[in-house]
Every structure is written in C-alpha cells, then in structure tokens.
C-alpha cells in the first residue's frame, strides 16, 4: 500500500471511530431523553 492509501485509511478509521465514541459520550450525558423527544414527535401528527 502506498503511503497516501495509508493515510486515507486512518483518516476514515478515525472519522468511524471517533463518530462512534461521540455517540456514546451523548447518550451517557443525555440519556434517552433524545430518544423521548422522537417519540412525543411519532405521536402528536395532525390529521
């Protein structure tokens, strides 16, 4: 692999890595409030 090949794999590593743990630290801050939030929305539609 070339060195450019190699830096554009650790480049996308870190994005979905980082992506993933960003995630996690927001649903241990919040919770599942987010998740609350998204279903008052589901279930107040108007007809």
Known sequence: MTTTAIVMMLIAIL???GGLVVA???LLKRGD????????IEFHRDL
Not at 33 to 40: S, T
């Open 33 to 40: 409030a987010a998740v609350g939030d998204i279903r008052e």
């Open 24 to 26: 996690i630290v927001n």
């Open 15 to 17: 994005v979905i890595w």
